[in-house]
């Protein structure tokens, strides 16, 4: 057994030094041809170098590289700034950097564009409320009674009438204005509708997609804010150019009060009923055949038609203005063309001092319920004045026919 285990151990040791020799062999052999000399490539076989040196360090490297360790991964680097880096440039983060350009300029023109809504709408309270001083200050003086055709008067009526023609004004520079907001509006859309196409471009990163988040909100949070302003542009217009038509008619009043000397378009030295004449009723209500002649009974009284509203005064503070009101609403839905007959009646008994003092009170008080049809709106060419004793009156009274 031993001699077994002796020869297995030289043939081991023999393999072994055999397959040190062959690589050395082969090693020396890629050496020498490498290194030989020139007259070596005519023909001449290079000298065999057997050695049992090792490999050199660059070329184990070579032979032995697989497998290897690679190194460790951790988290930062795959979801920090390992990963990310900073002022990484692409396309669409150039297209953001346009967008936010653009949108910067349209936000300072939509701020230029509210200051001079604001400021228009300064003017146009200034000139307001200087037209409405001059128009209080003709009505106060006018309530108060002044002479037919004041000069102090016309002077303010002038005045008022320039403040209108200011407010005109401010109508144009509104319109241009409208026109402004309306290119400003434009061009948000525009820009929101670029924002949205900028997600569908190649070669972004994450970081691009963001900044695109950020840039449509804040494009949208622009489109209100223009909304907004159209609207109280345009609310400006339609309110100023009602307004204008309304306080144009109202001037033609006033200067006719102001011609006249009074507020509801007669003379204060000639009272309203100073030229009526006796009641002398004629015709029948609108829309109806014409009826015969009225006349008046034995005590002056027409023995025609009943009087739509009849007020007796036995009272200081009699209530009669809901009632006119209703009255002549009624009467004007069932005949919009209708006229009116407001008569003052006193009583015809007693001397002639008490009948004179009756039929001044009743014109009076005529001329109050005169005033509240006017404020009412019922035009005075409309109404037709009258007066006429009754004898069975007890007091003053006014009476309101429909003809």
């Known amino acids: 057994m031993a001699g077994v285990e002796s020869r297995n151990y030289r043939s081991r040791f023999l393999t072994r030094t055999a397959l040190t020799l062959l690589t050395g062999a082969v090693f020396a052999a890629g050496l020498s041809a490498a290194t030989a000399p020139a007259g070596a490539a005519n023909g001449k076989p290079p000298a065999l170098v057997i050695t049992n040196e090792p490999l050199p360090p660059e070329l184990q490297n070579k032979i032995y590289s697989k497998p290897m360790r690679v190194p460790d991964i951790t988290p930062a680097q795959i979801s920090g700034g390992a990963y990310y880096g900073d002022g990484q440039e692409t396309v669409v983060s150039r ?49 108060s009674g002044t002479t037919p055709g004041n000069p102090r008067l016309v002077e303010k009526l002038s005045l008022a009438r320039n403040d209108l023609e200011q407010l005109s004004g401010n109508i144009a520079a509104l319109n241009d204005l409208s026109m402004e907001v309306s290119n400003s509006a434009s061009m948000s859309s525009f820009l929101l509708e670029s924002c949205r196409a900028a997600y569908g471009l190649s070669g972004a990163v994450e970081e691009d997609h963001v900044r695109l988040a950020q840039m449509e909100d804040a494009v949208n949070n622009t489109v209100v804010v223009i909304d907004r302003l159209l609207n109280n542009v ?102 919009p063309n209708a006229r009116f007959e407001l008569v003052a009646v006193h009583p015809g008994s007693g001397n002639p001092a008490e009948v004179a003092i009756e039929s001044t009170r009743s014109r009076r008080n005529a001329e109050r319920v005169l005033r509240t049809l006017t404020q009412m709106g019922l035009p005075l060419d409309r109404i037709d004045l009258s007066y006429m004793p009754d004898q069975t009156a007890s007091t003053s009274e006014v009476r309101l026919f429909i003809r």
């Open 95 to 143: 297209k953001v950097d346009g967008l936010r350009s653009e949108l910067f300029a349209l936000q300072g023109r939509v701020a230029e564009l509210s200051e001079k809504l604001a400021g228009l709408e300064a003017g146009g309270q200034q000139q307001a409320a200087e037209y409405y001083a001059s128009l209080a200050t003709i009505s106060t003086q006018l309530q």
């Open 234 to 335: 345009n609310d400006d217009i339609t309110r100023t150019t009602a307004y204008l038509a309304t306080e144009r008619e109202n001037l033609r009043t006033v200067g006719l009060a102001i011609t006249t000397g009074d507020l509801f378009g007669k003379s204060l030295s000639n009272r309203p009923f100073s030229s009526a004449q006796l009641a002398s009723f004629t015709s029948a209500a609108p829309g109806m055949a014409p009826a015969s002649p009225m006349t008046a009974d034995a005590g002056g009284m027409p023995s025609g038609p009943r009087p739509l509203v009849k007020i007796r005064f036995d009272r200081p503070d009699v209530a009669y203005e809901q009632p006119v009101y209703m009255a002549v609403n009624e009467a004007l839905s069932r005949y």
